[in-house]
C-alpha cells in the first residue's frame, strides 16, 4: 500500500504562521471595515488601544497603536458604529488575525447624531450645563476677547459690528475651527485669556466670544469635544458661543454662558449701541435736571407758603411794648411805696437798737477772744515742745559717715557718665566731618566748575540766564563767558550757524578731584 501523506510537504509551526501572515497581509493590504465598537476601555499603559469591530454575525479584533492614536480624529469609544481604515494582519503567538487601524471615522451622522446625545447626556448628569453656574454678561466691557480663525470671514464681521456699535479693545486668539487639532486649539485659548491678569499691559477680557462659521456636522464637531466644552465650563470670563447658523447647535452653545445665532449677533450681545447709550445717557440727564428743578421749585413754594403764614414781626413786639408802657407808668408809685416800706424797716429796727446793748456785745466779744489767744499761744507751745522731741529722736539716729560715702559714689558716676557723654560727642563730631567731606567731595564732582576745569565754558546772556543753543541769537547780543577762573565780556558777531554731526570719540575717564586741601577743618 502506498503511503500518499510522504508526498505531503512538511512544515514547522512557525513557517505555516508566517506563511499564513503573508497571505493575509497581501490579499487584504488596506481596508475599511465597518462595525461597531467593543470591549474598548482605553489606552493601555504602553500607549497602544485594544478593542474589537463587531456586527450581527462576526468579530474583529483591532489595535491602535500610540503614534497613530494621537492623529485619530475622533478616538474611539464603546458602542459607537465607525468606519475603520487599515491593515489586516495575523498574530503567530494565539492563531487568531486582527486590524492594524491608522484612521476612524464614524459610520454617518447617526452615530455622530447617537455620539453626540450620550455625550450630552453625560455631561449634563455632571451640572456642566445648569442654568444656575452661568454668568451674567457685563453691560459694557472694557476689553473682549475673540477665539476664532484669523483668515475667515467670521472675524471681520465681528470686529466691524463692534466698531459700528460700540469700539472697544479686542484681541483676537487665532486657533483652527476644523480638523484634527482644532479642539485642542480653542480650549487652550479658552484657557490662556483666563490666564491673563486682571490688571496690566494685556489685561484679561471681560468677554469671550467664540466663533465659527457654518458647516457640516463633521465641520462643527470640534466644539463638541469634551476637552471644549470643560473648558468653556471653567472660564472664569462670561463665555459668547456663536458657532455656525441659527438652526445649529454643539455642546458649547450648552455650557457658554449665552448662545449667539451668528457671529454678528455674539458682537450686538456683547456690547451695548454707543449711540443709544449716548442718548440714553442724555436723556437721563435732562429728567434728572427737570426733577432737580421741580424740586427747588415745590421746596420755593411751600417756602412762600410758610413765609405768609407766619405773623409780622410788629406783631411780636406789640404785645411786650404795652407791658413795657404799663411798667413804665407804675414804676413811679412802686418806687415811692418801695421807699416808704424800707424806711418803716429801718424805723423799727432802729428802735431795738441802744449804746448799751452794743457795749455788752463788744465786751463779750472782747472775753471770747481773750480766752481764745490764751489757748492758741498753749496750743503753739505744745505743738512746738513735740516737734523739738521728734527732731532730736531724728538727730540722734542720723549720722554723717553714710551720706558722705553715697556722695562720693555719686560724685565717681558723675564723672564717669561725663567722661562718656565727651568721648560719645567728639566721635559724632568726628562722623560729622567726615560725612562732610564726602558731601564736599560729592559737590565738587558734580558742580558745574569741573566741567569748566576741564577747559569747557559757561555761556550766558546780560541777565545772568544760561544760554544753552545758538537758536535764538543775533548779532550784538551781549554775552558773558565764565571759564573756570573768571569771567569775561564777549558780543556775538554773527548768527546761528549750523553744525555738522561730530565724529563721537570714546569717552575720556573722568578725573576724579580731591577737595581744597586749604579748607582745613570746620571743627
Keep these: 500500500m502506498v503511503d500518499l501523506a510522504s508526498n505531503v510537504a512538511e512544515y514547522t509551526v512557525s513557517e505555516i504562521s508566517n506563511r499564513l501572515k503573508k497571505t493575509v497581509e497581501e490579499a487584504y493590504g488596506y481596508v475599511r471595515v465597518r462595525g461597531e465598537i467593543s470591549g474598548f476601555k482605553g489606552r493601555h499603559s504602553n500607549g497602544h488601544s485594544y478593542f474589537a469591530l463587531k456586527d450581527e454575525g462576526a468579530k474583529l479584533d483591532a489595535v491602535v497603536f500610540r503614534l497613530t492614536f494621537g492623529r485619530l480624529r475622533f478616538k474611539p469609544e464603546e458602542g459607537l458604529e465607525v468606519i475603520a481604515t487599515g491593515r489586516l494582519t495575523t498574530f503567530p503567538g494565539k492563531s487568531a488575525y486582527q486590524m492594524i487601524v491608522d484612521a476612524l471615522e464614524p459610520a454617518g451622522v447617526g452615530a455622530l447624531m447617537a455620539l453626540l446625545e450620550e455625550r450630552r447626556k453625560r455631561l449634563a ?56 487639532t482644532a479642539a485642542e486649539e480653542v480650549a487652550n485659548a479658552i484657557r490662556g485669556f483666563n490666564n491673563f491678569p486682571e490688571d496690566g499691559r494685556l489685561r484679561r477680557p471681560d468677554v469671550l466670544i467664540v466663533a465659527r462659521g457654518g458647516g457640516s456636522l463633521e465641520d462643527l464637531w470640534a466644539f463638541n469635544e469634551e476637552a471644549v466644552v470643560r473648558a468653556a465650563a471653567a472660564s472664569r470670563i462670561p463665555l459668547i458661543s456663536a458657532i455656525g447658523h441659527e438652526t445649529d447647535w454643539t455642546l458649547l452653545d450648552h455650557v457658554a454662558d449665552r448662545r449667539a445665532p451668528t457671529p454678528t449677533g455674539a458682537a450686538e450681545m456683547s456690547v451695548p449701541v454707543r449711540s ?79 449804746i448799751g446793748q452794743l457795749a455788752r456785745g463788744l465786751a463779750r466779744a472782747q472775753e471770747r477772744l481773750a480766752a481764745v489767744s490764751g489757748r492758741k499761744l498753749r496750743a503753739l507751745e505744745v505743738h512746738a515742745e513735740r516737734k523739738r522731741s521728734q527732731l532730736g529722736a531724728a538727730a540722734r539716729r542720723l549720722r554723717i559717715e553714710p551720706i558722705a560715702e553715697r556722695l562720693a559714689l555719686q560724685r565717681r558716676r558723675l564723672e564717669e557718665s561725663a567722661a562718656q557723654g565727651e568721648r560719645a560727642f567728639f566721635r559724632w563730631l568726628d562722623g560729622c566731618y567726615v560725612t562732610l567731606g564726602n558731601l564736599a567731595k560729592v559737590l565738587d564732582t558734580l558742580s558745574y566748575r569741573s566741567v569748566l576745569a576741564r577747559g569747557f ?67
Design 457 to 523: 565754558a559757561l555761556v550766558k546772556d546780560k541777565d545772568g540766564a544760561p544760554i544753552r543753543q545758538a537758536e535764538g541769537m543775533s548779532i550784538g547780543t551781549t554775552l558773558a563767558i565764565e571759564f573756570h577762573d573768571g569771567k569775561v565780556g564777549a558780543v556775538a558777531t554773527t548768527g546761528n550757524v549750523p553744525l555738522t554731526r561730530p565724529t563721537i570719540a570714546p569717552p575720556r575717564r573722568r578725573r576724579v578731584t580731591t577737595p581744597n586741601a586749604d579748607q582745613g577743618s570746620l571743627f
Design 125 to 180: 448628569a455632571e451640572g456642566l450645563f445648569d442654568e444656575k453656574r452661568k454668568k451674567a454678561l457685563p453691560y459694557l466691557p472694557r476689553h473682549i476677547g475673540v477665539v476664532t480663525s484669523p483668515t475667515g470671514a467670521v472675524v471681520r464681521d465681528i470686529l466691524h459690528r463692534l466698531r459700528d456699535r460700540f469700539p472697544v479693545p479686542v484681541t483676537v486668539w487665532p486657533v483652527r475651527v476644523q480638523g484634527e
Design 276 to 354: 443709544e447709550l449716548i442718548a440714553s445717557v442724555g436723556g437721563y440727564g435732562a429728567r434728572h435736571r427737570g426733577a432737580v428743578a421741580r424740586f427747588f421749585e415745590t421746596r420755593r413754594r411751600e417756602f412762600r407758603s410758610a413765609v405768609r403764614a407766619l405773623p409780622r414781626p410788629e406783631d411780636f413786639l406789640l404785645v411786650k411794648r404795652r407791658r413795657l408802657d404799663e411798667a413804665s407808668r407804675a414804676l413811679a408809685g412802686g418806687l415811692g411805696k418801695n421807699v416808704l416800706a424800707h424806711r418803716v424797716v429801718f424805723g423799727k429796727a432802729a428802735a431795738r437798737l441802744s
